[in-house]
């Protein structure tokens, strides 16, 4: 309880006395002796207290509905308790909790930020002590998540995955290929090998090569585990937090939020380097890099129409990417028919007929 040495004066009777005024919640309690020696207190509630300058460096209160007694005081913290700026300042000047508050509210903020800035470490952390079969597993469960609710269309999915083997690409992950029935242009790649293209989006494929550059671009996304970071980067804070109070691993954390995977975004260095992986398995097996260029256009074109294209959110298409598939392609000095991917590219077209 905070105690205040001043004046009490008396108007009335024109006496003035020393006086103690004792800050409790919401009142001043102003005690003092008057002339006869007798103790007197008055209890002011502190919402109806005013102040006036005196014409020393004290300054004198008084309740605004009677002003027989002022008390005078040259405690600067007075002013600021009767003239707050604002509800929360009165609240904060009343309140004697509020040093405790103010502390553990710092620590508590200190704590937040430098979680945040601990994230892309704890991040790291969390991926690299993932295994690659342990990912596997993970991507499977995931992948059953995602599709229980998908028509996957298994004849076209099979011939994609058949494109897919033709193109050769060494790895260690065992890719596996699902096309789902839906108008939404959009795939994305699983941790652990597996990758989901819509119907919307081969609709927008009008060449083997352009194909060839989409599973390029998704399959470098798992063989460089871009898809097992993008999807710790985002759990990463409700992992450690399950992990320390709910005893939660890190598996089952990233399992139960797989419906929230295939609206999670790469950052422009991964996609970047996603980019380049798929560029390099073109060059690698003679496949013209204009499938890049045409894949983007085809994309970019798509997404000025208007039409639900979730692959341009997830997949952000810079016009530095387009730029840089054009000079790829620009600079490429050999490219061949592929005889086995076109007739795998016609059965798939074939299919697609039939279904729109």
């Known amino acids: 309880m905070s105690v205040i040495n001043g004046y009490i004066r008396d108007k009335q009777n024109f006496s003035q006395f020393p006086a103690e005024l004792l800050l409790q919640s919401g009142f001043w309690i102003i005690r003092y002796k008057d002339s006869q020696g007798n103790t007197q207190q008055l209890a002011w509630e502190e919402k109806k207290i005013i102040s006036k ?19 005078s005081s040259n405690d600067q913290s007075l002013l600021k ?14 309140n004697p909790a509020f040093p405790v508050i103010l502390g553990v509210s710092v620590i508590l903020v200190s704590g937040l930020i430098g979680l945040w800035l601990a994230l892309p470490s704890i991040n790291d952390k969390i991926t690299n002590a993932i295994s ?5 597993k993970l991507g499977d469960q995931m992948i059953k998540t995602m599709l229980e609710k998908e028509v996957v269309l298994d004849s076209i999915s099979k011939n994609v995955n058949e494109y897919y083997k033709a193109l050769d690409k060494k790895s260690k992950y065992d890719i ?57 980067r985002n759990l990463a804070f409700s992992a450690v937090i399950g992990m320390i109070f709910g005893g939660n691993d890190v598996s089952s954390v990233l399992a139960s939020n797989a419906s929230k995977f295939s609206g999670l975004t790469y950052s ?17 097996k003679n496949i013209s890099l204009q499938g890049m260029v045409d894949l983007m256009v085809a994309l970019s074109e798509a997404d ?53």
């Open 132 to 136: 690659i079969e342990t990912e596997k």
């Open 81 to 94: 308790r009767i003239h707050p700026k604002t509800g929360l300042h009165r609240w904060l000047n009343n």
């Open 304 to 356: 000025s129409s208007g039409l639900h294209l979730e692959f341009m959110q997830t997949h952000p298409l810079t016009e530095s990417r387009l730029d840089a598939a054009r000079e790829a392609k620009a600079e490429q000095k050999y490219a061949e028919k592929n005889e086995k991917l076109e007739a795998i590219w016609d059965k798939i077209q074939n299919q697609l007929k039939e279904l729109n």
């Open 268 to 284: 422009r260095t991964l996609e970047k380097a996603a980019d380049q992986g798929s560029t390099e398995l073109l060059i690698e």
């Open 53 to 71: 300058n005196d014409i020393s460096s004290f300054t004198e209160y008084h309740p605004f509905d009677k002003n027989q007694f002022c008390f």
């Open 176 to 232: 596996k290929i699902s096309v789902v029935k839906s108008e939404i242009v959009n795939a994305y790649a699983v941790p652990g090998g597996n990758i989901v293209i819509y119907k919307g989006m081969m609709n927008k494929i009008k060449s083997h090569e352009a194909l060839a550059a989409l599973l390029g671009h998704e399959s470098t996304h798992i063989e460089q585990r871009h898809s097992l970071k993008s999807l710790t």
